[in-house]
């Protein structure tokens, strides 16, 4: 069964408004945590954890700017614009490495999107002071350990196009993979945590101060910032 969902960002009422049905989601309050043992689905799942200085490879910036560095087991990326797309071979974190996004301010935004057949697994840590885009249509594993401490988090295994994220049309379809997190995932004050797939699992600890956490199952999902 396909589900086509839509979540609207009202500003008036600071909470995100499902159009259609939708199986679960989170909106904007004083504090949003989701605590472990969360599902929208029942499947079983395995993930392999990646070594423990393993990080993101192959990385090609196709749109906007963005500087990658790497030192020891860690990663950086400078970000020049306030939108960034860059394609990588694999983007995994193993629980000793490091990925950090410096970026412009809070709204810029930098797509990280998986182009072949691996799924990703975040063991380790992932910062960034904006947002933080993670589309693999393989599947994106949070695994125990994890610490996510973002403006905003979103991860997908529904793809968007890039004229799409670059028009600020946020449309995602297709895909059959998995989002789970075991981890922690923390959204600065006022930010957001959105997770997109046909199966869609919570079994750690996600958290927005006055912001919002949603999580989507479906095969085709819009999101609409603007109300």
Request: net charge neutral.
């Amino acid at each position: 069964m396909n589900h086509c969902y839509r979540l609207v960002f009202n500003k008036s009422t600071q909470v995100w408004q499902v159009v259609s049905e939708i199986a679960k989601s989170h909106s904007k309050s004083a504090a949003v945590v989701l605590l472990p043992l969360l599902s929208l689905f029942s499947q079983s799942y395995a993930w392999a954890e990646p070594a423990g200085n393993a990080l993101p490879t192959g990385g090609q910036v196709v749109s906007g700017q963005s500087a990658i560095t790497q030192n020891g087991n860690q990663l950086n990326i400078v970000q020049g614009s306030q939108k960034s797309i860059i394609n990588w071979q694999s983007y995994n974190i193993g629980s000793n490495a490091e990925v950090n996004y410096t970026q412009n301010n809070a709204n810029a935004i930098s797509l990280n999107r998986v182009i072949t057949g691996d799924p990703s697994a975040i063991f380790g840590k992932l910062n960034a002071n904006g947002q933080v885009w993670l589309i693999n249509p393989n599947g994106v594993l949070f695994g125990k350990g994890a610490q996510v401490n973002v403006g905003g988090l979103l991860a997908s295994t529904l793809n968007i196009a890039d004229d799409d994220f670059i028009g600020g049309k946020y449309q995602f379809t297709g895909s059959n993979g998995s989002v789970i997190n075991l981890g922690a995932i923390t959204a600065s004050q006022g930010g957001y945590v959105a997770m997109l797939a046909p199966e869609v699992r919570n079994e750690g600890v996600i958290s927005a101060m006055q912001g919002t956490v949603a999580l989507a199952a479906g095969n085709a999902i819009t999101l609409d910032f603007n109300g």
